[in-house]
């Protein structure tokens, strides 16, 4: 770079990763499928090294398996790492379950109601929100009925601070927390 070299660096193409991986497989002596070549390169995945990485997975599992390296054991192994990068909690998740959760409506949740087995439930919604989506708090405020920003930051409080005194009320955030989670990608 000193010397005045200008070089592009620029995130590879299909073809750039599809032949990377190619050169790899053959200095590691693996032999792999190309249709598998070409699902690697396919992938949103950037960073070479990590498709390095799902490489010498497969190598790994066909040395022990002693089975070749296809398009279904790539699939079967190496989906699980490719889905849960598109895989994201939304909104409407989040709201379904939680309305389940407590017994109420969806309606409810955006309504204006103030008692306490609506307005609980509505601001664990946001506390969740929050967490596990990457909506600011006046998106979700508006999202939530036309509230505004400091609503949600008031009942982020305000469920963090129950959260700490009634461990109850903890767990059952945290199982309903690990349902929404689980739920991602499912209809």
């Not at 790994?60 to 390296?69: Q, V």
């Not at 409080?157 to 009634?166: A, F, G, I, L």
């Amino acid at each position: 770079f000193e010397g005045g070299l200008f070089v592009d660096i620029s995130v590879p193409d299909h073809e750039t990763k599809r032949a990377i991986l190619a050169k790899k497989a053959e200095e590691r002596n693996i032999s792999i499928d190309s249709k598998v070549m070409t699902y690697l390169a396919s992938q949103d995945e950037s960073n070479i090294r990590t498709l390095e990485g799902y490489l010498a997975r497969l190598a790994a599992y066909s040395s022990l398996t002693k089975k070749p390296i296809d398009i279904k054991m790539a699939r079967e192994h190496l989906s699980p790492f490719f889905d849960t990068e598109k895989k994201q909690v939304t909104l409407d998740q989040i709201l379904r379950l939680t309305a389940g959760f407590f017994n109420i409506k969806i309606s409810d949740l955006k309504s204006s109601k103030k008692h306490q087995a609506v307005a609980i439930p509505r601001q664990a919604a946001m506390y969740l929100a929050r967490k596990l989506t990457p909506l600011s708090t006046i998106e979700l405020g508006k999202r939530m009925g036309g509230r505004d920003h400091s609503t949600v930051i008031h009942a982020e409080k305000r469920v963090q601070s129950r959260m700490e005194k009634d461990k109850e009320f903890a767990r059952l955030l945290k199982d309903l927390e690990q349902t929404i989670k689980n739920s991602v990608g499912k209809v």
